[in-house]
Each structure stands twice: as structure tokens, then as C-alpha cells.
């Protein structure tokens, strides 16, 4: 195991810390103001309070839907999916009022195009593999993990440079298949174990989750990157006012 690496005096103004495993991280007598911390966070104590129940809280005041999404009923389920579809909806038709803005980036982010680019992988990776069982190729447009071998394999065509209609072509339909699943699918399908293909295709760590699990998946990606591509474009917007 690699020791931890310690910093005594530094100056770490502007640093940027991205995909990084920060488990067990300790910050004692530093100064931290306008800071960003944007992750998968649980027990975050600051000052000796543990932070993290007040984030959540807060975080499912602004947004009803995640609670939706941690939801077992296949009700709230699907109204989530229904919610989540609508808002990017919204999002879309305001990429459309500025025509080319779906291909910008800011601080290193994926574009908008990218982000709904993913989405069609995450879909095609955790519902239809996960909670379907299939064995199909991905969307040859979508965007996976970084990672070999799984950057581009099982149908991805790293090369596809697709159009803002043909990607949300891809996403309506996609979107339109899991609401027919989720208005037939029970509370007993959800809990069992995923269908997941026996062989070596993303995602790897899936076996031995329930179907709901999964689904959680997709429907928590789904969130989240909208959240990301409003929070660019809010970013773009405002440079460009400027």
C-alpha cells in the first residue's frame, strides 16, 4: 500500500484535485475559502461537525427527485424517470436558443454533447446490459469509461462526431424504452439479482446488484450530468455577458 502522501506549509492556491481518491483525507489548520468540493462525499466532518446528513437534506430540498430515485416503488421510479426526461428536455430546447454552445467546455468539463453522449453508454451499459441482460453492442456514439479496455469497446466508435439531433434522437428513444420497462416492471422484478452477461464488458462491478440498483444507476447518472451540463452552461452564459 503506497503511504500517505503529506503536505506541511504548502501553498495548494487554485489546486485542482480531479477523479482522485481522497478517502481518509485529513486537513488540520488550513485555510479554505471559495472552495468547491463536488463528489461521492459521506462522513465529512468540518470543525468537528459531521456535515454530510445536512448536505443531503439540503440536497433533496432542491431536488424532490432524488428522493425518487432511492425509492423501491416502481411508482415513484418511474416518476423520476419521467422528471428526469422533462428536465433535459428544458435543457435542450435552451442549447438550441444558442446554436453551437452544445460543443463548448469550460474548466476541462465535458460539452453538453459529451455529457448526453455518455448518458446513451450509461443506458445502454446499465439498463440494457444490467437490468435486460443483453449482450448487444453499445450505441456505437456513446462515450465510456477512460479506462482500457473498456474505452472503446463493445461497439463505441471513438471516431463519431454526431449532430445535437441525432444524439437526442438516441436519448428520446432510449428514454422511451426505459419508461415502457418501468410501467410493467414490479417491485419483486427490481429486487432481484441483475441479469448481468457473464463476460468481460462494462461494467465489471455490476454481478451480485439487484436490478433496482442498477436502474439506480442509470437514473442517478441521469441527474447528476444534468446537473453538471446546467452548471456549465449557466458558466458559458455568464462569459460571454461579460
Known amino acids: 500500500m503506497r503511504s500517505m502522501t503529506r503536505y506541511v506549509d504548502e501553498d ?7 477523479e482522485c ?9 488550513v485555510v479554505m475559502q471559495d472552495a468547491v468540493i463536488d463528489g461521492l462525499i459521506t462522513n465529512l466532518v468540518v470543525n468537528g461537525v459531521e456535515v454530510t446528513e445536512y448536505v443531503e ?11 425518487l430515485i432511492r425509492s423501491e416503488d416502481p411508482a415513484d421510479l418511474r416518476g423520476a424517470s419521467r422528471q ?31 455529457t448526453m453522449r455518455h448518458l446513451v453508454f450509461v443506458h445502454d451499459s446499465w439498463f440494457r446490459r444490467c437490468c435486460l441482460g443483453s449482450t448487444e453492442l453499445f450505441t456505437p456514439m456513446g462515450i465510456g469509461p477512460t479506462v482500457e479496455p473498456y474505452r ?7 471516431s463519431l462526431d454526431p449532430s445535437l439531433d441525432e444524439i437526442v434522437s438516441v436519448r428520446d428513444a432510449q428514454a422511451a424504452e426505459l419508461e415502457a420497462w418501468l410501467d410493467e416492471v414490479t417491485a419483486v422484478q427490481l429486487a432481484a439479482r441483475a441479469p448481468v452477461p457473464d463476460d468481460d464488458v462494462w461494467p465489471p462491478y455490476a454481478r451480485g446488484r439487484s436490478v433496482r440498483q442498477c436502474l439506480r444507476t442509470v437514473l442517478n447518472e441521469t441527474f447528476e450530468h444534468h446537473g453538471f451540463c446546467v452548471r456549465d452552461l449557466d458558466l458559458i452564459e455568464a462569459q460571454d455577458a461579460e
Open 84 to 114: 428526469l426526461h422533462a428536465g433535459w428536455a428544458a435543457t435542450i430546447e435552451r442549447i438550441r436558443r444558442t446554436p453551437g454552445i452544445e460543443r463548448r467546455s469550460v474548466n476541462d468539463e465535458w460539452s453538453a454533447v459529451q
Open 21 to 29: 481518491d481522497l478517502t481518509g483525507a485529513r486537513l488540520i489548520g
Open 152 to 158: 472503446g469497446a463493445h461497439g463505441l466508435d471513438l
Open 57 to 67: 437534506a439540503e440536497l433533496d430540498r432542491r431536488h424532490p427527485v432524488r428522493v
Open 12 to 18: 495548494l492556491h487554485g489546486a485542482e484535485f480531479r
